[in-house]
C-alpha cells in the first residue's frame, strides 16, 4: 500500500510526462476498440444489408451472382423470372408477401429499380429497419420516381424536379427514354445500403418504356396506355429480374425454396439472403485481417512509447532513487516502484480510453449508419472486448518490467555521484 501511494504521488509529481503517456495508452485502447466493435458490427450490417427477406428468387445462376445483382445492383443476370412464374411462387401457401424487382436501366450511373409500392411496406435493412422518407411519399402514378439520399446529395435533386431514365446499366446508356420524364415525388432516408443510390419508378413503368417500339403510332399509343393506367399503377410486365419473398412462418422457407429449385417451367433459384451474405463476407475476410493487424499496430506503438518514456524518465530519476535506496529502500523496492507506476498508467489509460470510446461511439454511430451502413451497438464490452483490455494491462506491466529491472539493478554509488 505505502509503494502504491509512493507511486501515485510520484507520477503526480512528472504529472506532464506521465499524462502524455497515458493518453497515448488511452488513444491506444479507443482505437482498438473502436476497430473491433466497427470491425464486429460491420460483419453483422453486411449481413443484414437486406433483413427481413427471407427468400430472393431470380433466374438460375450462381448464389452470390444472383445476391449482387438483386441487392448491391452489382453485375446483372443474362435472364429473368416470367411474369405467370411470379404469380404462380407468390400463391403458395405461406408466403406473407413478395416484392418484384425489374434492372436493367440507368441514370447518370445510378441504378433504375422498377417496383411496387410493397416495396416501401416491406423492404428491410439492418435490424429490420423499414424504409422511410425524409421528404415526400412514395409513387402513386406512373410517372414518379422515389430516389436514395446519396443521390438526392450528389445530384442535386429535390421534390418536383424532372429525371429521364436512360436503358443500360452503369455509365453505358444505350438509349434516353427522353419522351417519358419522371417526376421526384419522395427522397428516402439515408440508410447506408444501396438503397441510397437506387432510383424507384413504378413496375408499370418499366414495361411502358420498353413494351412499345419506338414508331409514331405507337409512340402515340404509350401514352394513351400511360393515361388510362395513370392512377392505378396496373400493368403487368413479361418478365422481371428478380423478386424477394417473406413467408408467416420459417417453416415455409425450406420447403418453398426447395420446390422453387426444382420449377419445371423454367429454370429459378431462390437463396437465402443470409446465409449467402455470410459467404460473401467470407470472400471479403482480406478486409477483416487488415483491421485486426491495423488494431494491433495501435497498440504495440503505444505501449513501445510508454516503455520509452519510462526509460527516459528513469535517467533522470537516478539521483531520486539513490536518495530512497539510501534511506532504507531495497533493489525490490525500487522494482516494485516502477513496476507499479507502469501498472498505474496503463490501467488509468485503459479506463480512460474506454470513456472515449464510448463517446466516439455516440458521436459517430449516426454517421456510419447513413453513410457506411454500419449499425452501431453501444453496450457494455464484450467478453472479447474485455480480453483485450486484460491483454493491454498485461502487456503494460510486462514493458514496465523493462526500466523496473534497470532501476533494481542501480547503485546507490551510481545515483549519488556526481558525473562531469
Not at 131 to 142: K, P, Y
Request: proline share 2%; charged share 15%; glycine share 8%.
Amino acid at each position: 500500500m505505502i509503494l502504491i501511494k509512493l507511486a501515485y504521488k510520484s507520477l503526480l509529481n512528472r504529472r506532464g510526462s506521465a499524462f502524455l503517456t497515458l493518453f497515448t495508452i488511452a488513444i491506444s485502447v479507443m482505437l482498438l476498440l473502436s476497430i473491433e466493435r466497427v470491425r464486429v458490427d460491420a460483419k453483422s450490417s453486411f449481413s443484414n444489408t437486406i433483413s427481413g427477406t427471407d427468400l430472393i428468387v431470380g433466374a438460375r445462376t450462381g448464389d452470390i451472382q444472383l445476391l449482387l445483382s438483386s441487392v448491391f445492383r452489382i453485375g446483372h443476370t443474362n435472364n429473368g423470372v416470367s411474369w405467370q412464374s411470379y404469380q404462380y411462387i407468390k400463391q403458395q401457401r405461406g408466403v406473407a408477401w413478395t416484392i418484384p424487382l425489374s434492372l436493367g436501366d440507368s441514370h447518370k450511373g445510378h441504378a433504375v429499380l422498377g417496383t411496387n409500392t410493397d416495396y416501401f411496406s416491406h423492404y428491410k435493412y439492418g435490424k429490420k429497419q423499414t424504409l422511410a422518407f425524409s421528404e415526400g411519399t412514395a409513387f402513386s402514378h406512373l410517372n414518379e420516381v422515389v430516389i436514395g439520399s446519396e443521390i438526392a446529395i450528389s445530384l442535386g435533386y429535390a421534390l418536383g424536379d424532372e429525371i429521364i431514365i436512360s436503358h443500360g446499366m452503369g455509365n453505358t446508356s444505350f438509349h434516353h427514354h427522353d419522351d417519358n420524364p419522371f417526376t421526384v415525388i419522395g427522397i428516402l432516408n439515408a440508410t447506408g445500403t444501396p438503397v441510397d443510390k437506387t432510383l424507384h419508378v413504378p413496375l408499370a413503368a418499366i414495361e411502358l418504356m420498353h413494351g412499345v417500339g419506338h414508331s409514331e403510332h405507337e409512340h402515340e399509343h404509350e401514352h394513351e396506355h400511360e393515361h388510362e393506367q395513370h392512377e392505378n399503377l396496373t400493368g403487368e410486365p413479361k418478365q422481371i429480374t428478380a423478386f424477394l419473398m417473406g413467408f408467416d412462418s420459417p417453416l415455409y422457407t425450406l420447403q418453398v425454396r426447395r420446390n422453387i429449385n426444382q420449377y419445371k417451367p423454367e429454370a429459378l433459384l431462390a437463396i437465402m439472403p443470409g446465409v449467402t451474405l455470410r459467404e460473401l463476407w467470407e470472400m471479403l475476410s482480406i478486409v477483416e485481417k487488415i483491421l485486426l493487424l491495423f488494431s494491433s499496430i495501435v497498440v504495440l506503438v503505444s505501449l513501445l512509447g510508454m516503455l520509452t518514456t519510462l526509460l527516459a524518465s528513469l535517467s533522470q530519476r537516478r539521483r531520486e532513487l539513490a536518495i530512497l535506496r539510501s534511506v532504507g529502500a531495497r533493489p525490490w523496492h525500487l522494482f516494485s516502484l516502477i513496476s507499479i507506476e507502469s501498472l498505474l498508467i496503463t490501467l488509468l489509460g485503459c479506463i480512460l480510453g474506454c470513456g472515449l470510446f464510448y463517446g466516439l461511439m455516440s458521436v459517430a454511430a449516426g454517421f456510419l449508419q447513413s453513410h457506411a451502413g454500419i449499425s452501431i451497438t453501444i453496450a457494455m464490452l464484450s467478453d472479447y472486448e474485455l480480453g483485450l483490455i486484460s491483454a493491454i494491462m498485461a502487456a503494460g506491466f510486462i514493458v514496465g518490467l523493462i526500466p523496473a529491472t534497470r532501476a533494481y539493478f542501480y547503485s546507490l554509488a551510481d545515483g549519488m555521484s556526481i558525473k562531469i
